[in-house]
Nanobody, 124 residues
Framework: EVQLVESGGGLVQAAGSLRLSCVAS????????IGWFRQAPGKEREGVSC????????WYTNSVKGRFFISSDSPKKTVYLQMNNLRLEDTAIYYC?????????????????WGQGTQVTVTS
């Protein structure tokens, strides 16, 4: 099982930027795809972005395309989510999750490990 720790959340004005980090503690980090999810108050959790272990398969939900960018640094066992041009509706708790990367799609069908989340608040 992978243990995940997110960081980088905070308070930012609309149109600003934040970079979230997800650090994994697992000797088999290279076996996992990583996903970023978010949950706003009163709303269901939604997938934001995924990246395959090789880094060559990436997915974004439509609402963040062109604004958010996911990347992976394998030696550091870290996945980043660069968030630009933030909007009020991006306010949420952001979680990273890991699932075994066994398929061709960026997002694995199942995520087995989750971080504790980091709060992102966008103000006007």
């Amino acid at each position: 099982e992978v243990q995940l720790v997110e960081s980088g959340g905070g308070l930012v004005q609309a149109a600003g930027s934040l970079r979230l980090s997800c650090v994994a503690s697992a000797s088999t980090f290279e076996d996992y795809a990583i996903g970023w999810f978010r949950q706003a108050p009163g709303k269901e959790r939604e997938g934001v972005s995924c990246i395959k272990r090789s880094g060559d398969g990436i997915w974004y939900t439509n609402s963040v395309k062109g604004r958010f960018f996911i990347s992976s640094d394998s030696p550091k066992k870290t996945v980043y989510l660069q968030m630009n041009n933030l909007r009020l509706e991006d306010t949420a708790i952001y979680y990273c999750a890991a699932g075994l990367d066994r398929g061709v799609l960026p997002c694995p069908p199942k995520f087995d490990s989750w971080g504790q989340g980091t709060q992102v608040t966008v103000t006007s």
